[in-house]
């Protein structure tokens, strides 16, 4: 029999019966029997929709419908042929497992009613991506240096299945506060500010929400210029030559000096740039004077130092000086002088001085002084003292050199005209004398009378008093030679001026007297004498 009514409720009532014709009794009789000709339902959902997998496991959402007969089991397949797949009762989700390799993954999925009906195959897709992007970062075209925080930051990402979504970037690598961008091939970032190794950290992430491994790019952030210092002969204020040696240093904490210049007027227009070194061999300008070399150094980043600078006095000139003795004097009766010095330098300072008498043999150097009290030996005669200076630098001038004459021993002087003891007739006294000295000669020469005030008679050897009172005399004269040498002499006289004998106008009053007397009485005895004729 035939059931022609589809889902109404049909019975159907059956019976055997054998061979010999009986009938089997009672007949049995099914009911509620359905009739169901229309294949069951269904949907099948990979991990609720999602795009992407980064898993081969999944989660598959399914339904499964039949209005009749109702669902019985389902079957799922990677691959769409239904060769070895099992039935199995069917859920609303069930894990599984796509195909190995990432790239776009289907389910496929049936569904069996009670009646034995299957539905028609269903399925949806996921693009499985197992593989984490993959991507680089360089600083600045792969700079080992760079000289300001804000750089260049040259990126690159990919991802084979899902694509790349985003990237996102970090000083320190730590990833907590970074924020998710766009990708780009190019971004300008900022460095920490402190100079030094800078590393810049770079990650990515695909469309199936992979993350690459942490890319890092590093360089040294060198900001600051090179610092350094120069000395000219280690320090020294002069030099007596043009060629000098360089004291230098020269630092930098980050890129490393690079190298360094030099120059004499300061002005870097056509100085070249060499390798450093800790010292170098210069040569100044040639005009003595102050002289300042100008130095600076280049790190391996290209900055420019200020500019150093050190000084040293070029004195290429010996000094020069005078000498005299005892204020330029001819003589000197004494074997100690003073010598008068002068010491002059354009440059540097004089600072020693030296003497000798023969031009041979010097005196140690000593500290020089405008003034020095000096020795000769006792023979008289000329004596010179010969003077050189040195300066600070030991440059020592020519020599200079004064003469004198030592005169040790007095003139001699004789009075010729008066001697000792002897008795001159007149008031007026005419004194001469003669003088003369081995060595020098005479300067002057000083007279006085009985102690009276001195008289220069310059170089003449004679000299008049008058108006001298008779009795002794004593007179002194005095020779004094070129070396202020002198001589005494003394000659006692007596001066008689009396016309009897003397000296004094004693006798001649006595004479006067008895002459008046024997005149008072010659006139008495006449006055008598004719008195008494009368």
């Given at each position: ?106 389910v496929y999925y049936q569904v069996m009613d009670g009646a034995g009906l299957v539905s028609e195959t269903y399925s949806d897709e996921i693009i499985l991506d197992t593989s984490s992007p993959v991507g680089s970062i360089v600083i600045d075209v792969e700079s ?71 890319y890092i790019s590093s360089g040294s952030l060198d900001s600051t210029p090179p610092t350094g210092s120069i000395k000219i002969n280690s320090g020294d204020v002069y030099t007596n030559s043009t060629s000098v040696t360089l004291n230098l240093t020269a630092m ?283």
């Amino acid at each position: 029999p035939f059931i022609t009514t589809q889902g109404e409720n049909n019975s159907l009532e059956y019976w055997s019966i054998d061979n010999a014709g009986n009938e089997e009794l009672p007949h049995k009789i099914l009911t509620e029997i359905k009739l169901d000709t229309t294949a069951p339902a269904g949907s099948i959902t990979i991990n609720n929709g999602d795009p992407y997998a980064v898993s081969a496991s999944v989660t598959l959402t399914l339904t499964a419908t039949d209005a009749t007969s109702g669902v019985h089991q389902v079957r799922f397949s990677n691959d769409g042929v239904w060769d070895t797949e099992s039935w199995e009762a069917y859920s609303s989700t069930k894990v599984w497992n796509l195909a190995s390799g990432d790239g776009t993954r289907t389910v496929y999925y049936q569904v069996m009613d009670g009646a034995g009906l299957v539905s028609e195959t269903y399925s949806d897709e996921i693009i499985l991506d197992t593989s984490s992007p993959v991507g680089s970062i360089v600083i600045d075209v792969e700079s080992e240096y760079v000289t300001s925080s804000v750089v260049t930051l040259n990126l690159s990402a990919a991802d084979a299945t899902s694509g790349v979504h985003q990237v996102r970037l970090s000083n320190d690598g730590v990833w907590d506060t970074e924020l998710w961008e766009n990708p780009s091939s190019t971004k300008v970032w900022t460095l920490t500010l402190d100079d030094g190794e800078k590393t810049v950290y770079y990650q990515i992430r695909d469309n199936a929400g992979l993350l690459s491994e942490v890319y890092i790019s590093s360089g040294s952030l060198d900001s600051t210029p090179p610092t350094g210092s120069i000395k000219i002969n280690s320090g020294d204020v002069y030099t007596n030559s043009t060629s000098v040696t360089l004291n230098l240093t020269a630092m930098d904490a980050t890129s490393g000096v690079h190298q360094v210049r030099f120059s004499n007027d300061g002005i870097w227009d056509t100085e070249s740039w060499e390798t450093y070194s800790a010292t170098k061999v210069w040569v100044l300008e040639s005009d003595d004077g102050t002289k300042t070399v100008y130095y600076q150094i280049m790190d391996n980043v290209g900055h420019v130092s200020e500019t150093f600078s050190a000084s040293i006095i070029l004195d290429t000139k010996p000094p020069a000086g005078s000498i005299t003795i005892n204020d330029d004097s001819a003589y000197t009766p004494s074997t100690s002088v003073t010598l008068t010095l002068t010491a002059v330098d354009a440059t540097s300072e004089v600072t020693e001085m030296r003497f000798s008498t023969d031009d041979v043999s010097w005196t140690d150097w000593e500290a020089y002084s405008d003034s020095k009290v000096w020795m000769f030996t006792t023979d008289e005669g000329t004596k010179i003292v010969n003077y050189q200076v040195r300066d600070q630098l030991g440059l020592i001038s020519g020599t200079y050199f004064d003469t004198i004459v030592l005169d040790t021993k007095p003139p001699t002087v004789s009075v010729i005209s008066i001697t000792n003891d002897t008795e001159v007739k007149s008031s007026t006294i005419t004194a001469s004398w003669s003088g003369a000295d081995t060595i020098s000669s005479i300067n002057h020469y000083r007279v006085r009378l009985n102690n009276g005030s001195w008289i220069n008679t310059g170089t003449n050897s004679e000299y008049t008093f008058t108006g001298a009172s008779d009795g002794n005399q004593v007179l002194d004269i005095i020779a004094v030679d070129e070396a202020n040498n002198s001589i005494q002499v003394q000659i006692n006289f007596s001066v008689n001026t009396s016309l009897i004998g003397g000296p004094g106008w004693i006798e001649e009053i006595a004479v006067l007297g008895a002459v008046g007397v024997a005149v008072l009485v010659a006139v008495a005895v006449f006055i008598v004498r004719r008195a008494h004729k009368k």
